[in-house]
C-alpha cells in the first residue's frame, strides 16, 4: 500500500485490532492512555464491533422452500430478527467492554499514582502516638481562653483540640462552658474522663459534663455544621502540621465557629519546641510551628477579623486569637 493508498475495511480492523492490543504502559504512569480510551470509547467501540454479514446465503432458498404466502414472509422475517437482534447484541457487548476496560484501566492507573504521592507525602506513615511529642505548657493561657470567646454564652460549645495536660478543658468547664474535646491519643481522653468524674458525669454542678472525641481535630471539625461551636481552642495539632494542614485546620475553624465567637491558637515558640522534642520526633514530624506572625497573616487571608497576637511573660506558648465576623 502506498502513502496515496487508504486502507481498506480488512485493514482498517486489523490495524484497529493492533491499536488496542498495544503495550498501555505501567500501571502507574498508563493513566493519560486510558483516560482517552474513555474519552473515545464510542470510537474504539465500533472498531472493535464486527460488522453485520447480511443475511445467510441459504435465506431465500429457505424462503422458497416454504409455501407461499404467511408462513414464508413470518420465517424470513423471523431470520432476519434473529440475525439482528445477534448483531445488536454483538456490538452492544463490544461496546460496553471497551468502555469498561478503559474505565478499570484508568482506575488502576490512578490508584497506582495516589498511593505513589502519599508514599512521598508520607513515607514513613506514624500516626501522633508513635512519636514522643511533649504537650504545650498552655497553662498560662488556661484563664484568659474563656474572656476571648462568645462572652457570656455559656450554651454555646467550646471545641478544644488537643487536649494536652487537660487545663484548658478543666479551665473552661471551671466557668461553665459545654466543651468538646477531641484528641488522637486515647491516654489523653482517658485522662480527661477521669478527670470528668468517670462516665462523663460531670464532677460538680457548675460543670457540665464534656463530650470527649478521640479522633483527628481536622476531621471532626470536618463533620461539624457551620457556625456550630461558640470557639475553637487549637494547641499542640497546629505546631506538629505541614503547612497545607495547618492552612486546613484554621479553615475548618473558622467555618464551625459561630458570629462573635473566636478561634485561638496556641502556638509553641520555635526555639522551644526544637529543644524541646527528641530528635527521632524532631526528624520525622511533618511541620514545626509558625511564627506568630506568620499566623496572623493567615488567619487575615482566611478571613478572620484583626487577629491578635498575645506573647508569653513567662511560657513558651504564644497565643493568636481571631474574631470571627460575618
Known amino acids: ?59 431465500w432458498e429457505r ?3 416454504a409455501r407461499i404466502g404467511r408462513r414464508f414472509v413470518g420465517d424470513v422475517a423471523g431470520v432476519l430478527a434473529g440475525l439482528l437482534a445477534a448483531d445488536a447484541r454483538q456490538v452492544a457487548d463490544a461496546a460496553v467492554a471497551g468502555v469498561n476496560a478503559a474505565n478499570w484501566d484508568a482506575l488502576r492507573y490512578l490508584a497506582a499514582r495516589v498511593e505513589l504521592l502519599e508514599a512521598r ?5 506514624l500516626e501522633v502516638a508513635d512519636l514522643s511529642v511533649p504537650a504545650p505548657d498552655t497553662g498560662e493561657w488556661a484563664e484568659a481562653v474563656g474572656t476571648w470567646l462568645h462572652p457570656g454564652d455559656s450554651e454555646s460549645t467550646v471545641v478544644v483540640g488537643e487536649l494536652g495536660d487537660g487545663v484548658l478543658l478543666d479551665a473552661l468547664r471551671e466557668a461553665g462552658r459545654r466543651v468538646r474535646g477531641v484528641d488522637p491519643r486515647g491516654a489523653s481522653i482517658w485522662e480527661a474522663f477521669a478527670r470528668a468524674g468517670g462516665k462523663g458525669q460531670p464532677d460538680g454542678a457548675d460543670r457540665p459534663a464534656p463530650e470527649l472525641v478521640f479522633g483527628e481535630v481536622a476531621g471532626r471539625l470536618a463533620t461539624m455544621p457551620d457556625g456550630s461551636a461558640g470557639g475553637v481552642v487549637l494547641s499542640g495539632c497546629v505546631d506538629r502540621l505541614d503547612l497545607f494542614g495547618k492552612v486546613g485546620l484554621v479553615h475548618q475553624a473558622l467555618r464551625v465557629t459561630e458570629a462573635g465567637g473566636a478561634v485561638v491558637l496556641l502556638v509553641t ?42 506573647r508569653p511573660v513567662q511560657g513558651t506558648v504564644h497565643a493568636v486569637v481571631a474574631r470571627v465576623e460575618r
Open 269 to 310: 515558640d520555635q526555639s522551644a519546641w526544637d529543644r524541646s522534642l527528641p530528635l527521632p520526633a524532631r526528624d520525622l514530624l511533618p511541620g514545626r510551628p509558625l511564627h506568630p506572625e506568620t499566623w496572623l497573616l493567615l488567619l487575615r487571608r482566611a478571613g478572620a477579623a484583626d487577629p491578635v497576637w498575645h
Open 121 to 125: 507525602v508520607d513515607p514513613v506513615g
Open 1 to 59: 500500500m502506498t502513502d496515496d493508498e487508504q486502507p481498506g475495511p480488512d485493514e482498517e480492523e486489523l490495524l484497529a485490532a493492533f491499536d488496542r492490543l498495544q503495550p498501555q504502559g505501567s500501571l502507574r504512569w498508563g493513566f493519560d492512555d486510558a483516560m482517552r480510551r474513555v474519552a473515545n470509547a464510542d470510537g474504539q467501540a465500533a472498531a472493535g464491533a464486527a460488522p453485520w454479514e447480511g443475511p445467510p446465503d441459504d435465506l
Open 63 to 65: 424462503g422458497r422452500s
